[in-house]
C-alpha cells in the first residue's frame, strides 16, 4: 500500500550520489498529513522542489559528458541541476489535493539527464492510500 508524500520525504536520483528532500510549496487550500503540507505530482519544480542530488554521474548531463571527455573518458561527475519537466507519475488514483493527483510513495519523476528519482522515504508513516 503507498503512502501518501509530504514536504519532508526523501528523494534519490538514480544517478545522484546524495538524498535530497522534497519541498512542498502551500498552494491554494494546502492539505497536510501527519502534520506536514502533502504533496502533489506536480511538485516536480527543479531545485524548487527538487534539489539537487550531491554530484550527477549520467553522461546525458553535457556537463558530465564535457568532464568525462577531458579526462580521457574516466567518467567524471559533475554537480547535480536536475531538470524536471514532467510531472510524477502515478499519482494517487484515488486522493486529490487541490485538482490535483496526490503524489505517494511508488511515484517517479524523470530527469532530462536520464536519471529516475524515487521517494526513498515519504517523511511520514501515517497516512496511507489504497
Known amino acids: 500500500m503507498a503512502q501518501l508524500v509530504v ?3 526523501q528523494l534519490m536520483c538514480s544517478f545522484g550520489v546524495a538524498p535530497a528532500v522534497l519541498t512542498v510549496i502551500p498552494t491554494g487550500s494546502p492539505v497536510q498529513a501527519g502534520k506536514q503540507l502533502a504533496g502533489t505530482i506536480m511538485d516536480h519544480k527543479p531545485n ?3 534539489p ?3 554530484m550527477c554521474s549520467s553522461l546525458a548531463n553535457p556537463q558530465v559528458a564535457s568532464a568525462t571527455s577531458a579526462a580521457s573518458g574516466v567518467l567524471t561527475p559533475q554537480p547535480c541541476i536536475p531538470v524536471t519537466t514532467s ?3 502515478p499519482g494517487s488514483p ?3 489535493i487541490g485538482n490535483q493527483p496526490a503524489l505517494t510513495s511508488s511515484s517517479t519523476c524523470m ?3 536520464g536519471g529516475t528519482i524515487t521517494i526513498s522515504n515519504p517523511g ?3 497516512v496511507s492510500v489504497p
Open 87 to 89: 510531472p510524477w507519475t
Open 48 to 50: 524548487a522542489n527538487i
Open 7 to 9: 514536504g519532508t520525504a
Open 94 to 96: 484515488t486522493v486529490m
Open 52 to 54: 539537487p542530488f550531491g
Open 111 to 113: 530527469c532530462t539527464w
Open 124 to 126: 511520514q508513516a501515517t
